[in-house]
């Protein structure tokens, strides 16, 4: 038996695969509980017998979606003075107030587009938020500054 949070990869009318948001492990399921592409779940698996090569989904203690989305506003002053602090190209990471983190990077200006594009279809954006246990990732630029708000 494995527990933890789980992210939903694949699905078809007749498996699912789940990638574990700790070791990266997949986990093709025998069957598909009513599971959709981008959910997560934290719960127990178990292999099934004999071979023990495909799982089923023993207990889910929470299923959730995460929603990523940009947002019109800017970063917040805190951020920007983060980025005030940090070189091209670094990732700063703190605690949010309650529940979440923020990351903020610096980007050259001219690439602020591209960098809030490969946060937002990252899949391990959606993993990350899983792993934290929140159901939303908002994420808000200005040039040269990208904010990822992981919020409940």
């Known amino acids: 038996m494995?527990?933890?949070?789980?992210?939903?990869?694949?699905?078809?009318e007749a498996s699912a695969v789940l990638r574990d948001v700790s070791d990266g492990q997949i986990h093709t399921l025998g069957s598909n509980p009513d599971l959709e592409v981008g959910e997560?779940?934290?719960?127990t698996l178990a292999?099934?017998?004999?071979?023990?090569?495909?799982?089923?989904?023993?207990?889910?203690?929470?299923q959730f979606t995460v929603s990523v989305a940009e947002h019109d506003?800017?970063?917040?002053?805190?951020?920007r003075d983060t980025a005030?602090?940090?070189p091209v190209g670094e990732v700063t990471t703190r605690e949010r107030a309650g529940t979440g983190e923020v990351h903020?990077?610096?980007?050259?200006?001219?690439?602020?587009?591209?960098?809030?594009?490969?946060v937002r279809?990252?899949?391990?954006?959606?993993?990350?938020?899983?792993?934290l246990?929140?159901?939303?990732?908002?994420?808000?630029?200005?040039?040269?500054?990208?904010?990822?708000r992981y919020l409940p």
């Open 104 to 118: 903020v990077l610096t980007v050259p200006e001219d690439s602020t587009e591209d960098a809030v594009a490969d």
């Open 40 to 43: 997560a779940i934290e719960g």
């Open 47 to 62: 292999p099934e017998p004999p071979m023990d090569v495909v799982w089923t989904v023993e207990e889910v203690d929470r």
């Open 2 to 12: 494995k527990t933890g949070t789980f992210v939903v990869t694949e699905v078809d």
């Open 133 to 148: 246990g929140v159901e939303r990732v908002e994420i808000r630029a200005e040039p040269g500054v990208v904010s990822v």
């Open 121 to 131: 279809d990252d899949e391990a954006t959606v993993e990350r938020a899983a792993r």
């Open 73 to 79: 506003e800017p970063p917040t002053q805190q951020a």
């Open 84 to 86: 005030g602090d940090q």
